[in-house]
RNA sequence: CGGGAUGUAGCGCAGUUUGGUUAGCGCGCCACGUUCGGGACGUGGAGGCCGGAGGUUCAAAUCCUCUCAUCCCGACCA
């Protein structure tokens, strides 16, 4: 391609409207343009990023025999409506109506579409196991899009599904998935871990996300400084501390008037957040509350709660709610005599605690010295605390560490949630009828372009890993309007093209100042260099992107030299098998 | 949806407080000339319903009302 002829309009500045660098670095480079908030259009260069990353991961689906299927954006309604996604989905799925007044949504995922699909089909144990996957553009109507193709509302995802008759069948499925997805992200040139993760409203059990690690990713991951321990934070657990081996004290009534939070009760007896245990009332379902028993400089877990009330549906209880629930006094909530009106979860943590600090239940009061067992008793026992650095590692002595990571892949042992719902069965072995047993696989496409350039940039632009850069080599004729360097840049274009090289000749009638500029701000991975210097010494010189090391070759071999340059780039990409 | 902010040329911005000729600047774009290995220089040009609607006024980018859009922080999520 002749960079004359390419539409890839570079910016100087970076519009106003981006934050992050890789929504800046796309935007300037001409990769992408909005369209609306959350909504992109590819430029040439950014769909060809795009195409190399779907092709990956194409090759790599198709490596462990998952098929490739294409499902249609819309959905009817119907089939949501079978597995109550219809109105548990909420605002997100955007929802319209055809002309005839039926209703569909964009799909957003596409569980209850593909079960649909081959429940028809599936009959029999030996058609299974069966994986299917698509590349599709997906909708969610995301309340707050940002950071450009980080959240978008509108987004390429590969998705898989996988139909299994046995618990064993489906843990095959779901390693196969975690070795493709593995080789994925290595041959994207990304830096990333695959992390223990929650399931969200997509439900099953097993789940696992695959994460970029950069700063200015979105969730924070939890990971052991000595083993290989490594978990999102809205799952990470911890290690409980030794159970205290102080001697059990006799609980005491204490006024605290005016003092209310853990901090303030904390001065106000001296005593460390460590010893206190605060009670946060959670209002959830129609009207049911729960009392949530934690250590006092902990904080709540609300994915953690979510799972354990089984609804998203719950808030802590907060200004004149309070006034609907008489018995409980603002600031002096404690275990200690609560109401059996209210559902008392404690956190696992308590139960290692001795001689703790609790509200009285009474106006200015807290008790001292209190115990689980002795001065109250605790039915269901929980983790619902948030994780943090410092905490100790729940699989071996190490300490936890915390870093920011970008979700791109996760991947779910569902399990029958979807099959019973819709009815999706087959007959087993012995002529039982059974649901499927599912997994569900989701690489997000346009997200893992972004991550690759959060963590592969500097302050000119782009670097791409070679296999994911939209062309491989830049050659840039320095005067293009002057015959021999006309002509030696052609020959080497030519040549690279004829090897299958992936080339943009830099023909345009530019400063050489600004054709440096655009090669470093777009990223090609190695730039060519032809000038008047090229034309007297006789070798051609390479720069590597990455490292910004330059190399010369005699102009005879140069043709070879890079285009070996390139398979050697190349090869240092490949997983091992 | 709550909090904060912004809409002026393709991009980045000034001008708005205190209303007053033809609305400016830098980059980019076009033409010519000079330059020619790290976003060159000179000269000349093109390009604006000042987000939209309504109002106040002799007069509105500037004041008022409504509206639309975008961005940031939070609740939601690949």
Redesign the pocket.
């Known amino acids: 391609m002749r960079f004359s002829l390419l539409y890839a309009p570079?910016?100087?500045?970076?519009?106003?409207?981006a934050?992050v660098v890789s929504h800046k670095l796309l935007l300037?480079a001409g990769m992408i343009r909005?369209v609306?908030?959350?909504v992109y259009t590819f430029l040439p260069l950014g769909y060809r990023v795009i195409k190399k990353i779907e092709r990956i991961i194409r090759e790599e689906m198709n490596r462990v025999d998952a098929q490739e299927i294409l499902m249609p954006v819309i959905q009817p309604a119907d089939v949501w409506r079978k597995t109550g996604r219809w109105t548990q989905y909420g605002p997100?799925m955007m929802r319209f109506k055809d002309r005839h007044e039926r209703e569909f949504a964009l799909g957003p995922t596409h569980e209850e579409l593909v079960t649909a699909l081959v429940m028809d089909e599936l009959k029999s144990y030996r058609q299974l196991p069966l994986t299917i996957y698509q590349i599709q553009v997906k909708f969610?109507d995301?309340?707050?899009?940002?950071?450009g193709l980080m959240?978008?509302?509108e987004?390429i995802?590969k998705d898989a599904y996988s139909f299994n008759a046995s618990i064993e069948q489906l843990q095959k499925s779901y390693d196969d998935m975690y070795g493709a997805y593995t080789r994925i992200f290595k041959r994207c040139g990304l830096d990333f871990r695959a992390i223990q993760a929650a399931t969200?409203?997509?439900g099953g059990k097993v789940s696992q996300?695959f994460t970029v690690l950069a700063e200015s990713g979105?969730s924070t991951i939890l990971y052991c400084d000595s083993c290989n321990y490594a978990a999102n934070d809205e799952v990470a657990s911890t290690r409980l501390p030794e159970p205290s081996t102080e001697a059990i004290k006799s609980p005491e009534v204490i006024s605290t008037p005016g003092v209310k939070s853990i901090t303030e009760v904390s001065a106000f007896l001296n005593v460390p957040g460590t010893k206190i245990v605060k009670t946060l009332i959670y209002k959830y379902g129609a009207r049911e509350i729960a009392a949530v028993l934690i250590r006092g400089d902990r904080d709540v877990n609300?994915e953690k709660l979510a799972s354990l009330l089984g609804t998203?549906d719950f808030h802590l209880l907060a200004g004149m709610e309070w006034e609907d629930y008489p018995e409980l006094i603002q600031g002096y909530v404690g275990p200690v005599g609560l109401t059996d009106q209210v559902r008392l979860i404690a956190d696992s943590e308590i139960s290692v605690m001795r001689n703790f600090v609790v509200g009285a239940n009474k106006s200015d009061t807290h008790i001292i010295n209190v115990n689980v067992g002795e001065d109250f008793q605790v039915e269901e026992w929980a983790d619902v605390k948030l994780v943090k650095a410092g905490d100790k590692c729940p699989d071996c002595e190490g300490t936890l560490l915390s870093t920011r990571g970008i979700?791109?892949?996760?991947i779910f042992q569902l399990g029958t949630k979807y099959s019973e719902a819709l009815g999706a069965t087959f007959i087993t072995e012995d002529g039982q009828v059974k649901p499927y047993i599912m997994g569900s696989y989701?690489i997000?496409v346009?997200?893992t372009a972004a991550s690759s350039i959060e963590q592969n940039h500097d302050e000119?632009g782009i670097i791409w890993p070679i296999s994911v850069a939209p062309y491989e080599v830049s050659i840039i004729v320095?005067?293009y309007?002057r015959k021999e360097q006309k002509e030696m840049g052609d020959s080497v274009y030519e040549g690279l093209e004829k090897k299958g090289v992936e080339v943009i000749l830099d023909d345009r009638i530019e400063?050489?100042?600004?054709k440096?500029?655009?090669s470093?701000?777009i990223g090609f991975p190695l730039?060519v260099?032809v000038?008047?210097?090229?034309i007297k010494s006789g070798n051609i010189?390479v720069?590597v992107r990455a490292t910004g090391d330059r190399r010369e070759f005699p102009l005879d071999q140069a043709v070879d030299r890079i285009a070996d340059l390139v398979i050697q780039m190349h090869e240092s990409l490949k997983p091992e098998d």
């Open positions: 570079t910016l100087k500045e970076s519009p106003a409207e934050e300037r909005k609306a908030a959350g997100e969610r995301e309340i707050r899009p940002r950071f959240r978008g509302r987004f995802m969200g409203l997509i996300e979105e609300e998203t979700e791109v892949g996760q989701g997000g346009s997200r000119n320095l005067n309007d400063s050489a100042g600004k440096f500029a655009d470093d701000l730039q260099i000038g008047a210097r090229t010189e720069k």
